[in-house]
Structure formats: C-alpha cells, structure tokens
C-alpha cells in the first residue's frame, strides 16, 4: 500500500466550491486507488461553518448530534452518536477553522457519492474509491487515529465468516473493517496540524474490493449497529442519552 498525500493551499471560509477545490489541487488519479479528503475541507467547501463567537458550543451540539449527553466529562468533552459514529462533540472542531466552528458534512454519503462520480468522470476511470476521513480518541489509548465517515467505490467490510483460520478452525464473527484501515493510513500521512496535506491517494491496494457503483442501502445499514447490540453495549447503555435535532 501507497499513501500520497496532496499539499494544498489553506481552505478558509468557504472560498471555494468543493469541485473548484479539487480541480485546482488535483492533478491526477490512477485507476483502482482510493481517494482520501478531510471531513473538515468537505464542511468548508458546503459552507458548514459557525462563527466561533456568540455561538453557545453546547446548543450546536445538540443540534448536530443524533444523541448526546447532557454531563460535560473531562476535558469539556460531550459525548455524541453522529452518523452512527461515537463522536465528541458532534464532531465540530475550532482548529484551523479560522474563528469558526467547522461541524461535519450535512451527508456525508452524499458527498462520497458525488466525489467519486467527480473522480470518474475528471480522470476517465472506471474503478475509484472514496473515503471522507476525521480523526477520534480511542478508549484507554493517548492521541487520535482516523476514521471514516463514508466511503465509495469499494466494499468497506470483508467478510472471513465461514472461512478457516491457519489452523481450521471456522470464522464465525470476524468481519474487517477496510474503510477503517484506509481511513487510519490516509489520516496518519496527511496529518492533523499545520501541514495543509488534507487529500491523499491510496494507490497498491490489492486488498480492496472495486465497485463500479455507490454503496446500497443495505450494504451501509450492515456497517452499523445499534447501542444495545453493540460489543460495547454495557458502556454505551449505561449513559442518559438524550435526542439531538439531527434525529
């Protein structure tokens, strides 16, 4: 596996459309690579930006959240379920956003699709995937890793279910995230500093599974599982959860 990442110039308060921004950094795309961007420069591109002043963080919160928590933990950290994904905060962040809060995409997916019908249509490829990446905390682990918050182009799961492991034995649960995988990759070489690198391509990946199509309903309702269902379940229902407005 090859991670490239792209340097940029600074994205800032929306001036650029998100396709005006890849024409103007993007040079080329090889056929079967998978295309990274920050969720922060799709946020900018679509104008999903909050000016940082006399905006109550919390209020924004509960209106980006599909649950939150009302108990400020430490750090100042409020805990959320956003795009079925265990996020602080909403995942609205203040760095480099310029005295703005930059939340998430209003659809993620969408913006994945549209991104690799762009990609396929700029660079005449028939096979190209997408992910759009952020960063999160691990429990009981220091520092960030990425994380995907919709991908496109490629089967995010592979399924060992059924097969047998080195010694014969039948995998009965074991299902790899690889959306995840390319997600912590691209994230760890484009960087969550000053180093204005927040596209990669993600070229030698032999592992992944193309599609020359969106993902379906179905196959991103098996990426998600609800709260009680969850391995995490005993942690995770434990908490007064209470429904954002983005419910």
Known sequence: ???????????????????????????????????????????????????????????LIKREADLYTEEVFSYGSIFTVTNNTFIRSAGIDESNGNGNYVLWPIDPQASANNI????????????????????????LRRG???????????????????????????????RSNVASGLAAAAVVAMGEGTETT?????????????????PNRAEIMDLNISIDQDIFAPFLTSVDWKKGKRS
Not at 13 to 41: C, G, P
Not at 117 to 131: A, T
Not at 161 to 172: A, I
């Open 144 to 174: 960030t890793s990425g994380i995907y918050l919709a991908h496109s182009g490629f089967a995010a799961l592979k399924d060992y279910r059924g097969s047998k492991d080195l010694f014969g034995r039948t995998y009965e649960m074991s």
């Open 198 to 214: 927040p596209i990669c391509i993600i070229e030698d990946v032999p592992f992944v599974q193309f599609q020359d199509r969106d």
């Open 116 to 139: 690799r019908s762009y990609l396929k249509q700029r660079f005449k490829l028939k096979s190209v995937g997408v992910i759009i990446t952020d960063s999160s905390s691990t429990p």
């Open 1 to 59: 596996m090859v991670v490239k990442p792209i340097k940029t110039g600074v994205v800032k308060n929306a001036d650029l459309s998100l396709s005006d921004f890849l024409d103007k950094y993007l040079d080329s795309v090889s056929e079967r690579s998978v295309f990274a961007i920050t969720s922060k420069v799709v946020a900018i591109c679509e104008k999903r930006i909050v000016p940082v002043a006399n905006t109550p963080k919390k209020k």
